[in-house]
């Protein structure tokens, strides 16, 4: 078995990907770009122009892990929604049962009335189906597509994501929208109270567990993170500032967006850019999140066999379509053992490419490596700003979405880098969250009404 050497066995690869081989001054000067973004997203007068806004979740309290009872939740994703009755009854004891539901693409595409029609439907047939229908249970909802938050119960929705069309929904109230689509089943009582992103749900779900987890942590087909920040350091907040804490969540995918990163942006994230549906946003996601990565790393090897230096005489039939290379095929490359090229060259034969040389697939793993390399450090950059600017002794960080879960090399990276950019004295810890977001949103309706019952009282 030869041990390769990429700067001498495959030089050209090795040229063309120096522009994505951070050192570490670099990261550590994009921390601290993202740190001081970071703290203008706070500010009444900078907020508008930071390129990490920092939104109020107006989520004040973070649970206690004494929280008792049944609660309801809707989480809200692109392809599908899940509708959950989520019951804590001891510190380890949370027992969940769920429904998934698939939103069909005609109700996706309606206005947005049907399509919240819709889900009231299938809630309605949940909590029957349970029978918790008459129990006006407490529901919150995780929500992953952008919203402005005013309250706790008050999200406008910004904008829905590709194959979303339900227009009469955005600038709309979503919790709004679902209370009036939940009226009109006069059987049915449900307390529905809130709404958090899927950052602050998965911060919320892992904390009941883990009382020092301060981050919700998300990678995959998009990335964010919400953390706990200091109501008194939220200038935009207007409402109750006896509360000390308050969940931030960042939305830091459009990072870079003030040129930040436009030292470190090379000619294929450039070209990734330009064919995305949102060209000239989101810098800092596109070179993060796995609907990017392999698509650059499918870039980088076009260009390398248009060289002739790899994969010679081979079809590029399929390899020249766009997005066909996905992030399962770089973890498969990246999961054989050491001189070991059997997932990759299994990965070619999806692209009809067959009996490739050793020193080629070496290549190809070096590609997929250097990529997914730098898709860590930047997060790592992004949790150590969060890390250092909270300053708690010791945190816990949940994570949820694939590349953490999945992808072994990216974990043992990004705690390589968090570590190396991180104030020694914060000690941290990533957590895999298995509670979905909808647990989270679950403990924020129950606290939520727990608030309202003691409000009401003084």
Known sequence: M????????FPEAWK????????????ISIRNSMSRELQNGLLRDMHARSSIPCLLSYVQNLPTGHERGRFLALEMWPTNCRIMLVKFSSERDVYMSSKCVIVPHTVAASRGTTLFNFLAHNIAIFVRDKKVEKDNLPMGIAFAFELNKLALDVGILVRWTKGYG???????????????????????????????????GTLMALSWSYPNCKIGLIVGTSTNAAYVEQTDACQMFEGNTKQPLMIINTEWRNFGA?????????????????VSSEPGMKFYEKCI?????GELVRLIVVRLMKMGVIFKGASMDYFDIQWKMEMKSIMAIESDP??????????????????CSERDLATLRFICHIVSLRSAQLVAAGVACLINRMNYPNISIAVDGGVYRLFPTYQIHLNKYTLMLTNPHNKFKYVISEDSPGVGAAIVAGIASKVKVIESID
């Open 16 to 27: 063309l990907l120096q522009p994505f081989m951070l050192s570490n001054e670099t990261l």
């Open 258 to 274: 003030n040129g930040h990163l436009d030292f470190i942006r090379n000619e294929f994230d450039k070209l990734v850019d330009a």
């Open 338 to 355: 050491p001189n070991v090229y059997t997932s990759a060259q299994l990965v070619m034969e999806k692209f009809r490419i067959r009996n």
């Open 166 to 200: 339900a227009q009469g929904a955005v600038g709309k109230n979503i919790v709004k929208l679902l209370q009036n689509a939940l009226d009109e089943y006069k059987d049915i009582r449900i307390n529905l109270n809130s709404v958090v992103n899927i950052s602050a």
């Open 289 to 293: 999140s796995t609907l990017y990565l």
């Open 2 to 9: 030869e041990v390769y050497d990429p700067e001498i066995d």
